[in-house]
């Protein structure tokens, strides 16, 4: 039976889905972006008056993204080790991907998840990054 988790940590939710699901030992997260919980400020990220993107930093994403995803599988029982494929949604790959894929580096020296990442022209919120995953919970947790 699947089980829904809410992380009291991590941004909330911007529409109407859990931060992650586990089913059995396996852990589905959510699209997770660089968001702060209980607040609209995206790190990194200036809007217009009109909530254009006026200019946005991709490495304060990157961290900021990189810190939701560890506190949502800490609230799920798992950890930053334990994940096993990652989905990256970049709106800019021409511009935004050597930045990316340097920063990833540095948070997966160690483990190594398969990988995608693909460019789509807009996500949900005025972000330029965000991730999918997959990780394991170890039996008994």
Same mark, same amino acid.
């Given at each position: 039976?699947?089980?829904?988790?809410?992380?009291?940590?991590?941004?909330?939710?911007?529409?109407?889905?859990?931060?992650?699901?586990?089913?059995?030992?396996?852990?589905?997260?959510?699209?997770?972006?660089?968001?702060?919980?209980?607040?609209?400020?995206?790190?990194?990220?200036?809007?217009?008056?009109?909530?254009?993107?006026?200019?946005?930093?991709?490495?304060?994403?990157?961290?900021s993204v990189f810190k939701n995803v560890r506190l949502i599988l800490?609230? !799920?029982?798992?950890?930053? /080790? #334990?994940?096993?494929?990652? %989905?990256?949604?970049?709106? $800019?790959?021409k511009s935004d991907f050597a930045t990316f894929n340097r920063i990833? !580096?540095?948070?997966?020296? /160690? #483990?190594?998840?398969?990988? %995608?990442?693909?460019?789509? $022209?807009?996500?949900?919120?005025?972000?330029?990054?965000?991730?999918?995953?997959?990780?394991?919970?170890?039996?008994?947790?």
């Open positions: 039976m699947p089980t829904t988790i809410l992380s009291d940590q991590a941004p909330e939710p911007i529409g109407t889905y859990p931060h992650a699901k586990r089913v059995g030992n396996l852990l589905f997260l959510s699209g997770v972006g660089p968001r702060k919980r209980g607040s609209k400020e995206i790190p990194g990220v200036t809007l217009s008056a009109q909530g254009a993107i006026t200019s946005y930093d991709i490495e304060a994403q990157c961290h800490e609230a !799920s029982g798992s950890k930053w /080790e #334990n994940m096993v494929d990652v %989905t990256v949604f970049l709106t $800019n790959m990833y !580096s540095e948070y997966f020296k /160690e #483990n190594q998840p398969c990988r %995608t990442t693909v460019e789509v $022209n807009a996500l949900p919120t005025p972000i330029a990054v965000e991730l999918k995953c997959i990780a394991v919970v170890e039996l008994g947790s």
